[in-house]
């Protein structure tokens, strides 16, 4: 009779704790509907529907159905190139970062990685980095760099004369940049670069050689 009982605490206590999400979840998409109401309020004006990102996007990542959704936005507020149907993005590759909430523009396809010409016998890695980690951000496809993973009282390096094969920039502060890669290296290379830890650096033509 006891454990009836104790089954039936924790069935009651798994529907309240359900209950207790839905109510949660529905309570925040209520403020966020009610934010947008209240924009419309103030500053008036025609809405569209656009593609919306629901989550914090990485270069690289593909754009479906699980990572965007359609709202309603003011026209005056839409950042240029704005995307308005999230099904016409489908299948695409970012070419730099995405934070949740944000309009996806076309700008953040500009230069996408599935348009590179990938050496035989590597793999093309696309990593975000500092700019200041990627010399400023100043790369150019073509260019040779040295890749280095960055630890808390040592630098080491990783791979040597790594071809860009694209890059540009996410943010102000922050960079994408696609390299060639042997299979072997790029474990190593997504693993530092999902750390933090990853500089590049720029040789001079003489120094490479």
């Known amino acids: 009779m006891k454990g009836k009982a104790l089954a039936l605490i924790s069935i009651l206590a798994g529907v309240a704790c359900a ?14 509907d009610a934010a947008r109401t209240e924009a419309l309020a ?5 809405t569209v529907e656009v593609c919306v990102a629901t989550r914090d996007l990485a270069p690289g990542e593909v754009i479906d159905s699980s990572n965007t959704e359609q709202r309603s936005w003011l026209v005056d507020l839409l950042p240029a190139g704005a995307v308005e149907s999230p099904e016409s993005m489908n299948g695409r590759e970012l070419s730099s970062s995405v934070v949740a909430g944000e309009v996806l523009s076309e700008r953040r396809f500009e230069g996408e990685a599935a348009g590179v010409t990938v050496p035989e016998g590597m793999e093309a890695v696309t990593v975000e980095v500092s700019s200041a980690q ?11 760099v040295e890749v280095y993973a960055i630890g808390v009282q040592q630098v080491t390096p990783i791979i040597e004369s ?6 540009g920039s996410g943010t102000s502060s922050r960079s994408w940049v696609t390299l ?3 299979p072997m290296q790029a474990q190593e290379l997504i693993a530092t ?7 590049l650096t720029l040789p001079s033509e003489e120094g490479r050689g």
């Open 180 to 182: 060639a890669v042997a």
């Open 193 to 199: 670069a999902q750390g933090g830890g990853l500089y």
């Open 19 to 32: 209950l207790a999400v839905f109510a949660y979840t529905n309570a925040i998409r209520t403020q966020a």
């Open 134 to 144: 990627a010399v400023g951000g100043a790369l150019n496809a073509g260019a040779r």
């Open 42 to 46: 103030r500053y008036g004006g025609e």
């Open 162 to 167: 790594a071809q860009v094969l694209a890059c």
